[in-house]
C-alpha cells in the first residue's frame, strides 16, 4: 500500500518524508489556502517545492472546469516538475479531461468521487487514480470504507488499472480498513500516519527493556 500525505505543509511533508515511508503527496486549493499560499504563482512555486521535498507523485489540481481550459491548466501544471499527478474533478468535463491526459501521457488523479459509479466512469477514461472520499462519506452517515470495496470489487472484474487512492483519510482505522480492503494507495493528514505507530504495550516493553539493560550494566 503506498502511504500519500494530504497536505500542502512543507515541515510536515518532510517529517513524514524523513521517516522513510512516503510515498508522494496530494494537495488542494482548500489545503493549498489553509497554508496561505494563494495566486497562480505562488501556487505553482509551491508545488515545484514539494516536489523537491518528496520522490513520490505529487497530485496538483486543476481549477477550471471546462475541458479547454482542465487542458490548458493540466498540461502547464505537468511541464512544472515530472512528479505532477494533474487532479481533476468528477464532472462531464473532466472525464474528457481525464482521457485527454492518458492518452498524451499525462498522470491523472481523479477526484471528489463518493460513488461507484463515478469510479467506474475515472477507470473507462484511464484515470491514474481515483480518489474516493472516504470521510466525508462517512460525514454524512454513508459507509465510506463500503465504497472503497466496491471500487476493488469492479477493478477487479475488469482488471482496471487505476489506481484507487483512498482520501479524505481522517484516522488510522481508515488506514488499516483500507489496507484489508485492498485500496492501493491511501492519503490523510500526518497524524494518521503517526498514529500507526503507537500501542501502550510497546512503550511498556521498551521501558522494561531498558530497565533491565540499565539494571545488568549498573
Ligand atoms: O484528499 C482529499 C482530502 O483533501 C479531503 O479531505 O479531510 O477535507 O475531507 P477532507
Do not use: W
Not at 27 to 42: H, Y
Not at 68 to 84: C, F, R, S, T, Y
Not at 159 to 181: D, F, K, N, P, W
Amino acid at each position: 500500500m503506498k502511504f500519500f500525505i494530504d497536505t500542502a505543509n512543507l515541515d510536515q511533508i518532510k517529517e513524514a518524508q524523513d521517516l522513510g515511508v512516503l510515498d508522494g503527496v496530494t494537495t488542494n486549493p482548500s489545503l493549498m489556502a489553509k497554508e496561505g499560499i494563494t495566486g497562480a504563482q505562488n501556487i505553482k512555486d509551491h508545488y515545484v517545492k514539494i516536489c523537491e521535498l518528496v520522490e513520490g507523485d505529487v497530485s496538483a489540481e486543476v481549477i477550471s472546469t471546462d475541458f479547454d481550459g482542465m487542458v490548458k491548466e493540466g498540461e502547464a501544471l505537468a511541464d512544472l516538475h515530472p512528479q505532477i499527478v494533474v487532479k481533476i474533478p468528477m464532472i462531464k468535463d473532466g472525464i474528457k479531461a481525464l482521457k485527454y491526459f492518458s492518452d498524451n501521457g499525462i498522470k491523472t488523479n481523479c477526484t471528489l468521487v463518493f460513488s461507484a459509479g463515478q469510479a467506474l466512469l475515472a477507470a473507462k477514461a484511464g484515470a491514474t487514480y481515483v480518489s474516493p472520499f472516504i470521510g466525508r462519506l462517512d460525514d454524512v452517515s454513508t459507509d465510506g470504507l463500503a465504497l472503497i470495496e466496491k471500487i476493488r470489487l469492479i477493478y477487479d472484474n475488469y482488471g482496471y488499472e487505476t489506481q484507487i487512492l483512498a482520501a479524505s483519510i481522517r484516522h488510522t482505522m481508515h488506514v488499516i480498513e483500507c489496507a484489508e480492503i485492498g485500496a492501493d494507495v491511501m492519503t490523510g493528514p500526518l497524524s494518521s500516519i503517526l498514529g500507526l505507530l503507537n500501542h501502550p504495550l510497546t512503550d511498556i516493553g521498551l521501558e522494561k527493556f531498558l530497565a533491565d539493560y540499565r539494571k545488568g550494566n549498573s
